[in-house]
């Protein structure tokens, strides 16, 4: 069977686990505002040891690509592409919205959500485990319209700030407050293809604020970089 590390800093939780196949291992979730930069690596290095598993031993890496923190999903990609591309083994990436998605046993239309600040969301929309939509970035309005015609709706994620919206809008869905699950993500990344190690890069679904405010007063150009322009 496959063992895989898989882990997930994409919002304020850091979640990790270490996989072989279908079987967990083991897994460590913390959710605390912790600077994930200091707290990952020794958080894999104590479950590796826990398992007694050499870095040699993994497979593959699977990381929660994106959307969520633009800090907390550059040092998970940064990670996961410094382990595979050390040890030589395979990398994918996996929805952080996914992984949310992933904890609700619900017939209906799952929607995970991540708070973006200003009544805004990074939102996805699945049914049966599968993405019916893609992940997008949106104002959580545009989320309400856009299922307010589905017969069975759960949110699940960081839906604490948009309580009293969902209960006005659509009194009869379900919110369901869950954390990101590192297990989710390594089940899931061992039915994807592995990816080019050198050109994965996180999935944001939204400009940097920095880059916002540059173009503001410069035009985009589409060809080039943000990062190259500057």
């Known amino acids: 069977m496959m063992k895989v590390l898989a882990f997930d800093t994409s919002s304020k939780a850091l979640s990790v686990a270490i996989l072989d196949g279908e079987n967990l291992l083991a897994d460590v979730t913390v959710n605390i505002k912790k600077n994930h930069s200091i707290n990952l690596m020794p958080a894999i290095d104590f479950l590796m040891k826990a398992v007694d598993l050499k870095p040699a031993d993994l497979d593959r890496i699977a990381v929660a690509q994106g959307p969520g923190s633009y800090t907390g999903l550059r040092v998970a990609v940064a990670t996961a592409k410094t382990l595979a591309y050390t040890l030589n083994i395979d990398l994918v990436g996996v929805s952080s919205l996914y992984a949310l998605a992933a904890a609700a046993d619900f017939d209906g239309v799952v929607v995970p959500l991540i708070d973006a600040r200003r009544n805004n969301v990074y939102a996805g929309f699945y049914k049966d485990g599968q993405a ?12 309400l319209e856009t299922v307010k015609d589905e017969k069975e709706v759960m949110f699940v994620g960081e839906v604490a700030n948009f309580c009293q919206q969902i209960e006005e809008a659509m009194p009869t869905a379900k919110t369901m407050t869950v954390l990101p ?3 989710a993500i390594g089940k899931r990344g061992q039915e994807l293809q592995p990816v080019d190690v050198d050109s994965f890069v996180p999935s944001y679904l939204k400009r940097v604020e920095a ?3 540059w173009l503001k007063t410069h035009k985009e150009d589409p060809s080039a970089h943000y990062i190259n322009r500057i």
Not at 132 to 143: G, L, S, T, Y
Request: proline share 0%.
């Open 181 to 183: 699950s590192a297990y």
């Open 132 to 143: 019916i939509k893609e992940d997008q970035h949106m104002n959580f309005a545009d989320v």
């Open 211 to 213: 880059e916002e405010n």
